[in-house]
């Protein structure tokens, strides 16, 4: 085996996309970015990104309007790029952990493809494409938009201090579920607030099944996390976090004034919560751990979609 194989230096990470378009076709001198920015791993700005449409489409319902296409792609260009700054970040902070972890001693950063001083530079070139992004919307928007990377900031350090790091990511990926509806009210409004508070317990329970991949490595490592702490109990803990997810996503649809589209939403997106829960276990397989991770995208979706649906019913 040659150094470069050694070092992964052209070897997709192993919760990559190893068949993504942009890893296959991107230069061999941009891949470390396109790794360290998670782009061969679209799930997590899909993560990102869904509480933001789910709390746009939900406000046009409320309001009776037609979905703003141009906030949703506001928003798409905004997860994409601060999901990419975030994991940088996190990469930078976690490098030294992540050299001891099987599943990502081969991180950019944790490998040496990457030095520190350039990673920096290039979480600070994402981070002005989204704030671009986010002075495109009103005042309330942005003044709210500028409280959320004291939440970033303190994640990547969580783990080593509390065994919910899980929640300090949740309070950080969920806070589109605010942003999306703020940009079309101008005010915040208790479905946001539900909605916020479903996405929090959503992004508790998909990051512990995600969790379960290094249960092992992280007791080694000291590295602490909801899979570690619920154990045994995981399948329980993760019903039970999806559970209140879904009851808060119900009553944000209620408040608005429901709809057969936006229920029909809700019902979907209980519907594949409680499938995962069903394969969700203290044993749960890598593969399959990293697969049920990934479809929370479709779970995102559906709920979305159904608020989306609902808001172009509302046109007829």
């Known amino acids: ?51 933001c449409w789910e709390s746009s489409a939900l406000a046009s319902a409320a309001l009776h309007q037609a979905p703003n296409l141009r906030h949703l792609a506001l928003f798409f260009t905004g997860a ?35 030095s520190p001083r350039a990673a920096l530079w290039f979480i600070v070139a994402q ?17 709210l938009g500028f409280l959320s990377p004291m939440i970033v ?15 300090i990511l949740g309070f950080a990926f969920a806070y589109g579920a605010m942003l999306g509806w703020t940009a079309m009210t101008g005010a915040l409004a208790a479905p946001a607030l539900l909605l916020y508070a479903s996405c929090i317990l959503w992004t508790i329970g998909f990051d512990t099944i995600y969790a379960l991949q290094d249960v092992r490595d992280d007791a ?33 649809t209620h408040m608005i004034g429901g709809g057969f589209f936006a229920w029909l939403g809700v019902a979907a997106y209980a519907t594949h919560l409680a499938w995962q829960v069903s394969l969700t276990h203290e044993d749960t397989p890598p593969q399959t751990a990293l697969m049920l991770f990934r479809s929370n995208r479709d779970a995102g979706l559906l709920l979305f979609g159904g608020f989306f649906l609902q808001s172009l019913a509302y046109l007829f």
Request: proline fraction near 6%; glycine fraction near 8%.
């Open 1 to 51: 085996m040659s150094l470069t194989q050694e070092r992964g230096e052209d070897a997709a990470l192993p919760d990559s996309q190893k068949d993504h378009p942009i890893w296959r076709h991107a230069p061999a001198g941009l891949r470390p970015y396109v790794q360290l920015a998670r782009l061969d791993r679209p799930v997590g700005w899909w993560l990102l990104l869904l509480p």
């Open 80 to 114: 994409v790029v601060m999901r990419g700054a975030g994991s940088a970040y996190n990469d930078y902070i976690d490098r030294e952990i992540d050299a001891k972890v099987e599943r990502t001693r081969n991180r950019p950063l944790a490998s040496g493809r990457v």
């Open 127 to 143: 981070c002005l494409v989204g704030l671009f992004v986010l002075l495109s919307f009103n005042g309330y928007t942005i003044a």
């Open 153 to 167: 900031l303190v994640y990547p350090f969580a783990k080593r201090f509390t065994s919910w790091p899980q929640a």
């Open 220 to 252: 080694i490592a000291g590295v602490r996390s909801t899979a570690r702490l619920f154990g045994a109990q995981v399948k329980r803990a993760v019903g039970g976090l999806y559970a209140g997810s879904v009851l808060c996503a119900a009553l944000a």
